[in-house]
């Protein structure tokens, strides 16, 4: 006499031992192992993990708890604690958090704000600034600055380099958000010669 039964399936089994062996080796079961529900396919099986048992999907492991699994999705997966969304890498995970952060450099020009000294520098070179300064005067005033020949490129197709690790740039934007993306070691501290510049910039501008 048959005692146990697959309703998915439509099959039955002489043993309770016979049916769990089927569970486990149909692909028509996905079974949570951490509470012993059922589902009809891999993916349900993964987002009720997901949901309800602090699963990593891409790694295929388990968490204590939701403070260790976003921990790891932070470190591991380049997501952003503040909205929770996902990057492709570290360095666009980094430019992403530039959005939350408040914008609190001003222009010397104009009334406007901004997150970087980039984004305010580009504003200034490309002569959307109610000042009307452009590129030209910008990159004038940089070889002005007394601190210039630290920042000043040797190479004959550029004008600025980094003081730190001698990347070349065109422009000193360019130099900015290099210095900013923190791509080398050098800091914008109250000596550093990029920071000389931008306190010269503010009386120039």
């Known amino acids: 006499m048959y005692s146990d039964y697959c309703d998915r399936c439509d099959r039955q089994f002489n043993s309770e031992s016979a049916l769990d062996q089927h569970i486990r080796d149909s692909p028509r079961h996905h079974v949570c192992y951490a509470c012993d529900d059922d589902f009809g396919d891999r993916d349900d099986l993964e987002r009720h ?5 602090f699963y990593c999907r891409d790694c295929g492991r388990f968490f204590d708890s939701a403070e260790d699994l976003e921990q790891h999705d932070i ?17 666009n ?14 222009c010397p020009g104009c009334e406007r704000y901004f997150i970087t000294y980039f984004a305010m520098l580009l504003h200034l070179e490309t002569g959307t600034c109610s000042s009307g ?15 210039s020949q630290y920042y000043a490129s040797s190479k004959d197709d550029f004008d600025f380099e980094c003081p730190d690790c001698a990347a070349p740039f065109s422009y000193i934007s360019g130099l900015f958000q290099h210095v900013q993306s923190e791509a080398c070691d050098e800091e914008l501290d109250k000596q ?13 501008v």
Do not use: W
């Open 75 to 91: 470190l591991q997966h380049d997501m952003c604690i503040t909205c929770g969304r996902y990057f492709s890498s570290e360095s």
């Open 93 to 106: 995970l980094k430019n992403h958090q530039l959005t939350h952060m408040e914008k609190s450099i001003d």
């Open 192 to 204: 550093s010669p990029l920071r000389v510049f931008l306190r010269f910039l503010s009386r120039r």
């Open 133 to 147: 300064v452009n590129r030209e005067r910008i990159t004038e005033l940089a070889f002005e600055c007394r601190q």
């Open 49 to 53: 993990c997901e949901d309800c048992h």
